[in-house]
C-alpha cells in the first residue's frame, strides 16, 4: 500500500475576493515525483504557500504525514516539513555550505564549531552524487547549479520528506538540468517525495511519475506515464500551438550579415566566430550557461573582447568609445523586463518613450510628438497606453510595454534574455507573437536562453554553444534534426551520475 505524504483536499482559497484556488485536489505518495504543469500562474504562488506553511484557509483540509494539519476552521500558521528549491536562493550567502547546513539548522546547540568534522559529515552525502563541492566554499562563490545542489542536500540532511522544485530549468543549463533531474530520481527511490513544477510538459515528462494539469487555480487532469504524450496533450494546448507565429523567411543565400564575431575571446569564450543575418531570429542556446553572461557585456559595450573582433554592419562595434550600444543600433530586453524594465511611479507612455531621447540626441518630446506616437500605437496596445497606474496592469500589458518601447526605438538588433523565464503557456505564446512583431518590422531578434523552450516557433537559425565554443549550428530547414537531438538528451537518465567539477 502507498504511504501518503500530502494530500490536498477540496482546498479552496479567496484573496481579495478573487479565488485563487477552485476546489483543488492533490495527492502525494512517498518517494513519487509529482510533476505539477501550469498553464498558467494563477494560483500557483498560492498553492505552494499553502504547503510550505499552514495559512488560513477558505474551505478544504491539508494533510501532511497523514495527520490534519490545516483546514477551513482552524490554520496553526505552523510550517510544515517541507524544502522549496527555486532560482531564489535561500542559502546565506556569506556563510560556508557546511554552517547553511548543519549550524542554521534548527536544535543545533554546539558552542564550539569544529568545521573539519562538519566537513566530513557533508562529504558523505556529497560523496554518493559523485560532487566535488568543498564544504568550507562560501555560499557567494557557488555556481547556480551548485547553489540548488547545496539546497537539495539541506533538505535531505534536515529530514525533509517533501521538496517543491520550482522553474529551475529556466536559469541553469541544460547539462545541469539533467545532472539534477538524475539526483531528484535518486533521492526519490530513497523514499523522498518531490512536487516538480514547470511550465512545459516536455520537461515534466522527462522524470516524473505522474503529472498534474494546472489551470485557474483548478487540475484539469492526472495524467499516468502511459499517457506521457503530446496527443493527452493536445486538447490543452492546441489553441498554443496552432498559432501562426512560423516566419517563411526568405532564403538564406539572400540574407546579409548583420553581427559577426571573429575569433572573440573572453574568459568564457574560447575563440567563437559566427555571424548574424539581418532580420532573422537566431537562437543561441548555450548548453553549460557560460557565455551568455560575456554576450550581453559584449553588446552592451561594458567591456571588449580580450582578443577577435566583433563587427556590426561591417563596421568595428566598438569604435567611437563615447557612443551608446542604443546609438550604435543595440537594444536589450533583460529575464524577467516587467521587474526590471519598467518604471511603476510613470506613466504607460512615459515608459514606451523613454528611449527615444536617449537614441536621439537632442530630440524634444513634445505634445505633438506624444499625440502621434499614441496614434500609431494605440491599435497594438489599446486603452492601457493612457494608463497611468502600471501595478493593476496584466502581465499582457506589461510586457507589450517592454517590448513596443524596442518597436518604437526600431534598433537593428535586440537581445532577449531568457524571454520565456517564468512565463506560464500563454504567456509564452504572447511572447512569441510580440518577437515576431520585432521581425515584422525588420529588426534583428537575437534570443539568449539555456533551454529551447518554444523558441523554434520563431526562430530562424539555432547556435549552439558548448564550453565556451560553437559546437553546432542549425537552419530552420534543419530544425527537425535539432528536435531528434533534444530528444535524446531528453531520454531517460542514466542512473549513473556525471561528476560535477568544482572550480
Same mark, same amino acid.
Do not use: W
Given at each position: 500500500?502507498?504511504?501518503?505524504?500530502?494530500?490536498?483536499?477540496?482546498?479552496?482559497?479567496?484573496?481579495?475576493?478573487?479565488?485563487?484556488?477552485?476546489?483543488?485536489?492533490?495527492?502525494?505518495?512517498?518517494?513519487?515525483?509529482?510533476?505539477?504543469?501550469?498553464?498558467?500562474?494563477?494560483?500557483?504562488?498560492?498553492?505552494?504557500?499553502?504547503?510550505?506553511?499552514?495559512?488560513?484557509?477558505?474551505?478544504?483540509?491539508?494533510?501532511?504525514? #497523514?495527520?490534519?494539519?490545516?483546514?477551513?476552521?482552524?490554520?496553526?500558521?505552523?510550517?510544515?516539513?517541507?524544502?522549496?528549491?527555486?532560482?531564489?536562493?535561500?542559502?546565506?550567502?556569506?556563510?560556508?555550505?557546511?554552517?547553511?547546513?548543519?549550524?542554521?539548522?534548527?536544535?543545533?546547540?554546539?558552542?564550539?564549531?569544529?568545521?573539519?568534522?562538519?566537513?566530513?559529515?557533508?562529504?558523505?552525502?556529497?560523496?554518493? @552524487?559523485?560532487?566535488?563541492?568543498?564544504?568550507?566554499?562560501?555560499?557567494?562563490?557557488?555556481?547556480?547549479?551548485?547553489?540548488?545542489?547545496?539546497?537539495?542536500?539541506?533538505?535531505?540532511?534536515?529530514?525533509?520528506?517533501?521538496? @517543491?522544485?520550482?522553474?529551475?530549468?529556466?536559469?541553469?543549463?541544460?547539462? #545541469?538540468?539533467?545532472?539534477?533531474?538524475?539526483?531528484?530520481?535518486?533521492?526519490?527511490?530513497?523514499?523522498?517525495?518531490?512536487?516538480?513544477?514547470?511550465?512545459?510538459?516536455?520537461?515534466?515528462?522527462?522524470?516524473?511519475?505522474?503529472?498534474?494539469?494546472?489551470?485557474?487555480?483548478?487540475?484539469?487532469?492526472?495524467?499516468?506515464?502511459?499517457?506521457?504524450?503530446?496527443?493527452?496533450?493536445?486538447?490543452?494546448?492546441?489553441?498554443?500551438?496552432?498559432?501562426?507565429?512560423?516566419?517563411?523567411?526568405?532564403?538564406?543565400?539572400?540574407?546579409?550579415?548583420?553581427?559577426?564575431?571573429?575569433?572573440?575571446?573572453?574568459?568564457?569564450?574560447?575563440?567563437?566566430?559566427?555571424?548574424?543575418?539581418?532580420?532573422?531570429?537566431?537562437?543561441?542556446? #548555450?548548453?553549460?550557461?557560460?557565455?551568455?553572461? #560575456?554576450?550581453?557585456?559584449?553588446?552592451?559595450?561594458?567591456?571588449?573582447?580580450?582578443?577577435?573582433?566583433?563587427?556590426?554592419?561591417?563596421?568595428?562595434?566598438?569604435?567611437?568609445?563615447?557612443?551608446?550600444?542604443?546609438?550604435?543600433?543595440?537594444?536589450?530586453?533583460?529575464?524577467?523586463?516587467?521587474?526590471?524594465?519598467?518604471?511603476?511611479?510613470?506613466?504607460?507612455?512615459?515608459?514606451?518613450?523613454?528611449?527615444?531621447?536617449?537614441?536621439?540626441?537632442?530630440?524634444?518630446?513634445?505634445?505633438?510628438?506624444?499625440?502621434?506616437?499614441?496614434?500609431?500605437?494605440?491599435?497594438?496596445?489599446?486603452?492601457?497606453?493612457?494608463?497611468?497606474?502600471?501595478?493593476?496592469?496584466?502581465?499582457?500589458?506589461?510586457?507589450?510595454?517592454?517590448?513596443?518601447?524596442?518597436?518604437?526605438?526600431?534598433?537593428?538588433?535586440?537581445?532577449?534574455?531568457?524571454?520565456?523565464?517564468?512565463?506560464?503557456?500563454?504567456?509564452?505564446?504572447?511572447?512569441?507573437?510580440?518577437?515576431?512583431?520585432?521581425?515584422?518590422?525588420?529588426?534583428?531578434?537575437?534570443?539568449?536562453?539555456?533551454?529551447?523552450?518554444?523558441? @523554434?516557433?520563431?526562430?530562424?537559425?539555432?547556435?549552439?554553444?558548448?564550453?565556451?565554443?560553437?559546437?553546432?549550428?542549425?537552419?530552420?530547414?534543419?530544425?527537425?534534426? @535539432?528536435?531528434?537531438?533534444?530528444?535524446?538528451?531528453?531520454?531517460?537518465?542514466?542512473?549513473?551520475?556525471?561528476?560535477?567539477?568544482?572550480?
Amino acid at each position: 500500500m502507498k504511504e501518503e505524504i500530502l494530500r490536498l483536499e477540496n482546498l479552496t482559497q479567496v484573496k481579495d475576493e478573487v479565488l485563487l484556488l477552485d476546489n483543488f485536489n492533490l495527492h502525494i505518495f512517498k518517494g513519487e515525483i509529482m510533476g505539477l504543469v501550469c498553464l498558467n500562474d494563477h494560483g500557483r504562488n498560492s498553492l505552494m504557500e499553502i504547503i510550505c506553511q499552514n495559512v488560513p484557509i477558505h474551505f478544504g483540509r491539508v494533510y501532511f504525514n #497523514d495527520q490534519l494539519v490545516n483546514d477551513y476552521i482552524h490554520s496553526s500558521m505552523s510550517r510544515n516539513k517541507v524544502a522549496l528549491i527555486e532560482k531564489q536562493s535561500k542559502l546565506v550567502e556569506d556563510l560556508t555550505v557546511v554552517d547553511n547546513i548543519f549550524v542554521l539548522r534548527r536544535g543545533f546547540k554546539k558552542y564550539l564549531i569544529n568545521k573539519k568534522v562538519l566537513n566530513s559529515q557533508f562529504q558523505i552525502f556529497a560523496k554518493e @552524487l559523485e560532487l566535488s563541492i568543498d564544504g568550507k566554499e562560501y555560499i557567494c562563490n557557488l555556481s547556480p547549479f551548485e547553489k540548488i545542489v547545496v539546497e537539495l542536500l539541506q533538505a535531505i540532511i534536515h529530514g525533509v520528506k517533501l521538496i @517543491l522544485v520550482k522553474d529551475i530549468s529556466n536559469f541553469i543549463s541544460a547539462a #545541469d538540468l539533467k545532472r539534477f533531474q538524475s539526483f531528484i530520481q535518486y533521492y526519490s527511490k530513497q523514499g523522498y517525495s518531490f512536487i516538480y513544477i514547470c511550465n512545459h510538459h516536455e520537461e515534466a515528462f522527462q522524470i516524473c511519475s505522474r503529472v498534474s494539469l494546472m489551470e485557474n487555480g483548478k487540475i484539469l487532469k492526472v495524467l499516468n506515464p502511459n499517457e506521457f504524450n503530446d496527443a493527452m496533450m493536445a486538447p490543452y494546448i492546441a489553441e498554443f500551438y496552432n498559432n501562426n507565429l512560423i516566419n517563411n523567411s526568405e532564403n538564406n543565400s539572400k540574407k546579409q550579415g548583420i553581427l559577426s564575431f571573429e575569433q572573440v575571446y573572453t574568459k568564457n569564450f574560447r575563440g567563437i566566430s559566427f555571424t548574424v543575418q539581418k532580420g532573422e531570429c537566431s537562437v543561441i542556446l #548555450d548548453v553549460n550557461n557560460t557565455v551568455l553572461t #560575456d554576450i550581453m557585456e559584449l553588446m552592451s559595450r561594458e567591456k571588449q573582447p580580450d582578443f577577435g573582433k566583433i563587427t556590426l554592419d561591417g563596421k568595428d562595434y566598438y569604435n567611437r568609445k563615447n557612443k551608446s550600444a542604443l546609438k550604435k543600433g543595440i537594444g536589450f530586453i533583460n529575464e524577467q523586463p516587467t521587474k526590471s524594465m519598467i518604471f511603476y511611479n510613470s506613466s504607460y507612455l512615459d515608459n514606451l518613450i523613454f528611449l527615444v531621447d536617449q537614441k536621439i540626441s537632442h530630440i524634444r518630446i513634445s505634445k505633438k510628438l506624444k499625440k502621434s506616437i499614441i496614434q500609431e500605437y494605440e491599435p497594438y496596445i489599446g486603452k492601457d497606453i493612457y494608463e497611468t497606474k502600471l501595478s493593476s496592469l496584466s502581465p499582457f500589458s506589461l510586457y507589450n510595454l517592454v517590448y513596443y518601447r524596442l518597436h518604437l526605438c526600431n534598433p537593428k538588433i535586440v537581445f532577449c534574455m531568457q524571454p520565456f523565464y517564468n512565463a506560464d503557456m500563454y504567456l509564452r505564446k504572447h511572447i512569441l507573437f510580440l518577437i515576431n512583431e520585432l521581425k515584422q518590422k525588420g529588426i534583428t531578434v537575437i534570443l539568449l536562453t539555456v533551454s529551447l523552450e518554444d523558441s @523554434l516557433m520563431v526562430a530562424d537559425r539555432v547556435l549552439i554553444f558548448e564550453e565556451g565554443r560553437l559546437r553546432k549550428e542549425y537552419l530552420k530547414k534543419e530544425f527537425s534534426k @535539432l528536435e531528434q537531438m533534444k530528444n535524446q538528451i531528453n531520454s531517460p537518465i542514466n542512473p549513473k551520475f556525471i561528476p560535477l567539477r568544482y572550480k
